[in-house]
């Protein structure tokens, strides 16, 4: 990276794959990006837009500081940026291999006096260009609508009325349409019709790095498109040298399809974003307790251990019912006696690992914590499971959740964690706690379960954790940093989790998409949830007869086999499973995997009820000149096609109702 200042007020950074020069001028920082990868530009960026008591601040001095080089190979250039009673540091990331930028700033708070922050947007920059398409993927919810993860392309049409978008941490039982913390633009054509290739041009992705609701606001003019996102309700009262942080967000170039939007976040976010990967085998296979109730125990979970064991699955997790209650996270010593150290013992001599469900931002009123602290309780009100919630905005309430879960990581041996409840950044307008009241959406989120999940990651880094609250509902890049894996779909039946493994994973990396399988082991049904990420058993597997524990066997051997393929692959939505009819769906749909050298790709097909019994489907992303072995898995079929014929004609299939196949490409020579 280099940074320069060629005038005053003016600070030019440079690296392999962008360009960016920042000015001040009428006392605001704007930025202009560009780049010699394909893509769109930015001609009109801003920084450091945030207004104190309703009033915009005016910025008065721009200087360059230092730059740092990260142990990952990315470089940040620090900016300093002054207003009167105000220091602002703005980072700017760019990364070696890759035309991405990350900002993200810090405020410093010079006067004597508190002021109340009261809006700050995460980003906000103009597009040389109009109109453009905003694509993005709802996240999860109950009763919004029953097709899950469905994806938009949404018009940014010159005069029309903003779009507005909804991204951040909601219950699941949230009433309306939100959005993963993602979106990719790119030039008209709309893609229609998917049997058509889909339509190419220069884009630019953006993942938001907020657990706080936050918005994305679209509108254009007719040579213009104005894209900003801003945080929901914020009411922050920054005291005397007290630092504000504006969250981050990276954007990055790109020039394809949806697809190609969705590969190109993927391979940044692995590289610069997510946790590592916790080892080579990952995304594994898992069990949990969930279909077993509350009502487990030793002798019970130890059994199912031991299947699990024969299965060939990797790790156990204990869900809701192991502890006293919700808010009280001990053994309960009526089920579990000797504590949970004998399963995790036996689950570790297997080679596996041993985790525990947590609704950590939920508390009983039967919970010692909520007798001895009701403060902390922002309402008893039934949140989850008869549970009512705490604020993680309140410091003292977060810091005792942190010694909990540490406590229990450390006595018990838990290695795996995952974080449940319904929305993990509450809305509380309590006076009483260590945020200004009207500042819970900044403080649950940036204070709150960042700093919980944050801490315990650098205190235990063998623990991996695993973002579930009901569902996808936090589908942030600020989870996807923090968190290794998340569910998209909850608890629910085939159909609905090949539509939240399809959704997610224009957004997410594969390895983001769990699927709880609560439906009866089939052929189907297992085959339905082993493309992407952790695949999780939770059904009675002690309860389970020969024929489904040899199905389950076989589909555990089947989702090994392909998930390294497919968690670095590109991904390719062919055929969107777009009706969930009756909990069954209706028609085709398929999901492809392509090695990034186009040397190997899987492509799974399912046929829900109706829909014909048999179509051509056509994969894409192959190497139209070379030749591939067509390999045809339940058909038994065999036949080498060149990467042309398979894309242009395709595979043809014939499956009944409720039925898939998977169709391996594998390229000669
Ligand atoms: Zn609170």
């Known amino acids: 990276m280099l940074i320069r200042t060629p005038a005053e007020n003016t600070v030019v950074v440079t690296h392999t794959h962008v360009s960016l020069q920042i000015t001040l001028r009428d006392g605001q920082i704007s930025y202009q990006l560009t780049s010699t990868d394909a893509g769109l530009d930015i001609s009109d960026g801003r920084l450091g837009e945030l207004s104190v008591a309703g009033v915009p601040v005016s910025w008065t001095a721009l200087n360059p500081g230092a730059v740092t080089r990260q142990h990952d190979g990315s470089s940040v250039a620090e900016l300093t940026i002054n207003a009167p009673g105000l220091v602002y540091v703005q980072y700017v990331q ?80 949230y009433d309306a349409a939100t959005s993963c913390g993602w979106f990719a633009l790119k030039p008209p054509p709309h893609d229609y019709d998917a049997e058509m290739p889909p339509s190419q041009g220069p884009g630019l992705v953006a993942g938001v790095e907020f657990n706080g609701k936050s918005r994305v606001f679209g509108w254009a003019t007719p040579t213009e498109t104005h894209v900003r996102s801003v945080i929901d309700t914020l009411n922050h009262i920054l005291k005397p040298k007290a630092t504000f942080d504006v969250p981050a967000i990276f954007v990055g170039r790109y020039h394809g399809d949806w697809d190609e939007a969705g590969f190109v976040t993927h391979r940044f976010a692995e590289s610069y974003v997510h946790p590592p990967r916790p080892d080579d085998r990952y995304p594994w296979v898992q069990y949990n307790s969930w279909k077993y109730g509350q009502e487990i125990n030793e002798a019970q979970q130890l059994e199912v251990i031991d299947r699990c064991h024969e299965l060939g699955i990797e790790v156990v997790v204990m869900d809701l019912g192991w502890a006293n209650t919700i808010g009280d996270w001990h053994p309960n010593k009526a089920k579990f006696p000797r504590g949970l150290k004998p399963l995790a013992e036996r689950a570790r001599s297997y080679g596996m690992r041993f985790g525990v469900h947590i609704a950590i931002a939920q508390c009983a009123s039967e919970a010692p914590i909520a007798k001895q602290h009701p403060e902390w309780l922002v309402s008893t009100y039934d949140d989850y499971f008869g549970a009512g919630f705490f604020c993680f905005g309140n410091d003292p309430c977060r810091n005792w959740i942190i010694e909990q ?24 307008t309590r006076t009483d706690h260590t945020h200004a009241p009207g500042d819970s959406n900044y403080a649950n989120s940036q204070y709150g379960i960042d700093v919980v999940i944050g801490t315990l990651r650098e205190k235990y880094p063998h623990v991996v954790f695993e973002n579930c609250e009901d569902g996808g509902m936090m589908m942030t890049y600020k989870m996807a940093r923090l968190y290794h894996t998340s569910i998209t779909v909850d608890n629910i039946a085939t159909y609905a989790t090949r539509q939240g493994t399809y959704g997610a994973s224009y957004p997410f990396s594969p390895r983001y998409s769990v699927r709880y399988m609560e439906d009866d082991p089939t052929p189907y049904t297992l085959r339905s949830s082993i493309f992407g990420g952790p695949l999780i058993l939770m059904q009675r597997i002690t309860d389970w007869n020969a024929q489904q524990f040899t199905y389950a066997k076989a589909s555990i051997d089947e989702y090994k086999s392909y998930r390294k393929l497919i968690r670095d692959a590109k991904v390719i939505h062919v055929l969107p499973p777009r009706y969930n009819v009756e909990r069954k769906g209706w028609g085709w749909d398929a999901i492809q995997a392509v090695a990034p050298d186009q040397s190997e790709s899987v492509l799974m097909v399912f046929r829900a009820m109706g829909g014909g019994d048999s179509r051509a489907v056509k994969p894409r992303g192959l190497d139209a000149a070379s030749t591939y072995v067509v390999r045809i898995k339940d058909a038994g079929s065999e036949q080498v096609m060149t990467g042309a014929q398979l894309m242009e004609t395709g595979v043809t299939l014939a499956l009944l109702e409720l039925s898939g196949e998977i169709v391996h490409m594998v390229r000669q020579g």
């Not at 109109?131 to 899950?148: A, G, I, K």
């Not at 879960?405 to 809305?427: A, H, N, P, T």
């Open 94 to 173: 760019t990364y070696p291999d890759r035309p991405f930028v990350r900002f993200w700033g810090a405020v410093n708070n010079t006067s004597a006096d508190a002021m109340k922050i009261t809006e700050c947007a995460i980003a906000h920059f103009v597009i040389p260009q109009a109109p453009l398409y905003m694509f993005h993927v709802d996240q999860f919810s109950w009763p919004h609508r029953s097709d899950f993860f469905t994806q938009h392309q949404s018009q940014i049409w010159p005069g029309r009325t903003p779009l507005e978008i909804r991204m951040g941490s909601y219950p699941s039982h």
């Open 405 to 428: 879960v540490s406590r229990l990581i450390e006595q018990e041996g838990i290695d795996y964690i995952i974080q449940d409840g319904e929305d993990m950044v509450k809305y509380c």
